[in-house]
């Protein structure tokens, strides 16, 4: 029997019952460009509640002072005696959030991921390629080993930056079956495509990083110095950023006679980095070690001719050489000094490499993480109780 407001043909309200959003407690080392992009975008999901938990403002390593956390709620570690208490009292007794933890090297996080693994929590690891050849002590070595097995192992999902991270987190022990690829993302409104690609103008190479040896910064000079070794033709070289090779690879460049052809433009502020892009040709990541290796896909959203080190994780994953970008062999100056001849030879061609290399940034926007990280919160968070508290 239709009720009276029915009868005389009053609307009905409808409840429509709107999903909650699943709650996520993300650790974290540092604020960066790259990974503040990603918590923006994900707090800005309607599917996800994110916090995240900073081990520090900032690194000496990567000193940047106009990156702050901004479009997501944070906090950076309070530490006592090491730990921050905050964080392992959350493990112990919050049962509502999903924790993804951002590597194993802090001791907080280890703490985190024990209390979790042994009260069957659902976890989320997340890193990129462990460096599996730094020197370890033996036991420390089998100590790591055992540690990361049973930890993977109690891990709900292990993501890693890249098909490399993801082998090498498979030859570590972690299941096959539980390894999901979520790489580095860049804002490809911030980095796009410049006019910059003269036939007539001295050829302009750059590098970005940390000014150290597993870089490789030494073997661009020999690569350089051997390519335009008696030419006519001008070139310039510049490396952008701070670290402890600074003044060998000054030195270098002085005894290979190109050091008037090396601008050394020290650290680079996020903001700074577009123009430095937009102001190059060529740009060279002749890494011998690189677990990924952000300032790659900037280069290449910024439509640069890329020639990367088969030593770097993104190169591995995002460039196919000859198409997009090209590969030289990791340590070999003489191999980037062809890769850098053979676009010497091929120049009037490179407009495709360029249009390529933004086009392969492409299919990796930030929203495809965004979309990753809820489907996999999804599918962990969907065992909830109506108090938000997990099953048993």
């Not at 110095?225 to 670290?243: E, K």
Request: with cysteine; net charge positive.
């Amino acid at each position: 029997m239709r009720s009276s407001a029915e009868k005389a043909g009053s609307p009905t309200e409808v409840r429509v019952a709107t999903p909650a959003r699943l709650p996520v407690l993300w650790l974290c080392w540092q604020p960066t460009p790259y990974n503040n992009l990603l918590f923006r975008s994900l707090s800005a999901d309607p599917r996800l509640d994110l916090t995240v938990h900073f081990i520090c403002p900032v690194l000496s390593s990567h000193p940047w002072q106009s990156v702050t956390p901004a479009g997501f709620s944070f906090r950076y570690f309070r530490k006592v005696c090491g730990i921050d208490w905050h964080l392992i009292k959350s493990a112990l007794s919050d049962r509502k959030h999903m924790f993804v933890v951002a590597g194993w090297h802090d001791p907080t996080m280890q703490f985190v991921s024990l209390i979790l693994a042994l009260r069957r929590r659902p976890f989320l690891l997340w890193t990129d390629t462990p460096n599996v050849t730094r020197r370890r002590g033996r036991a420390k070595a089998a100590i790591r080993t055992r540690w990361l097995r049973w930890l993977f192992s109690k891990a709900t999902t292990v993501m890693g930056t890249g098909r490399t991270a993801l082998s090498t987190l498979e030859d570590m022990g972690c299941p096959g079956e539980k390894l999901v690829n979520l790489p580095y993302f860049v804002d490809l409104d911030v980095f796009t495509p410049s006019a910059r690609c003269s036939a007539d103008a001295a050829r302009i190479y750059g590098s970005s990083g940390r000014l150290s040896d597993e870089k490789g910064y030494d073997l661009a000079l020999q690569a350089l110095a051997r390519v335009y070794a008696g030419r006519l033709d001008a070139f310039v070289y510049r490396i952008a950023g701070i670290g402890p090779d600074a003044h060998l690879l000054q030195e270098k460049a002085k005894e290979l006679g190109i050091a008037h052809r090396v601008e050394f433009l020290g650290w680079l502020e996020p903001d700074g980095l577009p123009d430095f892009y937009n102001s190059l040709d060529v740009f060279l990541h002749p890494a011998r070690y690189e677990p990924y290796g952000v300032a790659v896909l900037e280069a290449m959203a910024s439509g640069k001719i890329v020639i990367g080190s088969d030593a770097a994780g993104v190169v591995i994953d995002r460039i196919h050489s000859g198409i997009n970008g090209f590969v030289h062999r990791s340590g070999d100056a003489v191999d980037l000094a062809l890769r850098i001849e053979e676009i010497g030879r091929d120049w009037n061609n490179m407009e495709r490499i360029r249009k390529a290399a933004r086009v392969a940034t492409e299919a990796w926007p930030v929203s495809r993480g965004v979309d990753l990280v809820a489907s996999i919160a999804g599918r962990t968070l969907r065992k909830v109780e109506p108090s938000g508290a997990f099953l048993a």
